[in-house]
């Protein structure tokens, strides 16, 4: 009866069962939101939700934002984000607010500073004390995370260096270009594989499990920490019977093996509960409080 009374207020509301879903991307083809959703769109497509993704990079994710605004709140379309980028980030360095529809988390992973195979984090920190290293990075997040890092380190000589995608991070990491660079795990982990760079610290708390000879940065950089997030919003003013029928079909799509052992192997996170809209107004509420105090000093930096 329940599963009836939802297909009828999805009829009446006018969604499209057998329409193509747009999701809007802010970045570009590679990017950390790009790998995730694609794992995702195969479960999709076994449900018969046909969808096709629409790149919009640039201006840090806000020509997306500025773009998916336009569009109409009917469920045709739904944008993948870094949650910390979209909700905070995005009005500290723009100015700009996101009052799109909340739909679900999607996943939750660490950042990770990188370099040449012969780097480490005491190496790196006694560098900075001297002399300037380039950071390359992708994104307001990404930025807003190595600013973080030089507040809590007390060590300013970090050259920004800003890219398109963190792919590009990465080959110019790889090809000596940078110093380092910064990226979530999920994306240089394949590189990291194959010895063409080495993972020098990690965002998270403590030292991961899944990565016991790479330091926490917080092991040497005492109050660091950064975790990072993916989420699926809809439109604004998208009926009520559209966001629960997407809570549905994600809570079980997400939680499928085959996507369960991708997350494994990219150390990407999520359980049951952190799935639907509610978890996700949580999610943003409780990271809204962890960077409102620090922005500040990055506003300070721009």
Do not use: C
């Not at 982990?189 to 708390?205: E, H």
């Amino acid at each position: 009866m329940k599963k009836f009374i939802l297909l009828f207020l999805l009829l009446i509301s006018g969604f499209s069962f057998g329409g193509n879903v747009v999701v809007v991307n802010p970045g570009s083809p590679g990017n950390g939101q790009d790998v995730l959703f694609r794992v995702i769109d195969a479960e999709l497509a076994k449900r018969n939700i046909k969808t096709t993704i629409e790149y919009k990079p640039g201006a840090d994710g806000v020509i997306a934002s500025d773009y998916f605004k336009k569009l109409p709140p009917g469920g045709d379309h739904l944008i993948i984000v870094n949650t910390e980028g979209f909700f905070i980030f995005h009005e500290v360095f723009y100015k700009n607010t996101n009052k799109f529809v909340p739909l679900t988390l999607v996943g939750k992973s660490y950042y990770v500073l990188f370099g040449s195979k012969n780097v480490d984090l005491p190496t790196l920190l006694a560098k900075l004390n001297t002399e300037s290293q380039t950071v390359g990075v992708s994104g307001v997040n990404n930025q807003a995370v190595v600013r973080l890092f030089q507040l809590r380190s007390g060590r300013p000589n970090i050259e920004l260096i800003k890219y398109k995608g963190p792919v590009q991070v990465i080959t110019e990491t790889i090809g000596g270009t940078l110093n380092y660079g910064l990226t979530p795990i999920s994306v240089v982990t394949p590189f990291v594989a194959s010895g063409k760079i080495k993972m020098v610290g990690v965002s998270s708390k403590k030292r991961l499990p899944e990565l016991p000879d790479t330091p926490a940065i917080s092991e040497f950089v005492p109050g660091f920490y950064s975790d990072l997030s993916w989420s699926l919003l809809l439109p604004e003013n998208t009926p009520k019977s559209v966001v629960d029928y997407y809570e549905s079909v994600f809570k079980e799509v997400l939680m499928k093996p085959d996507i369960q052992k991708f997350y494994k192997e990219n150390l990407i996170y999520l359980n049951k509960q952190e799935i639907g809209q509610e978890p996700l107004v949580r999610y943003i509420n409780n990271t809204r409080t962890m960077w409102n105090p620090l922005v500040p000093h990055l506003v300070a930096d721009q």
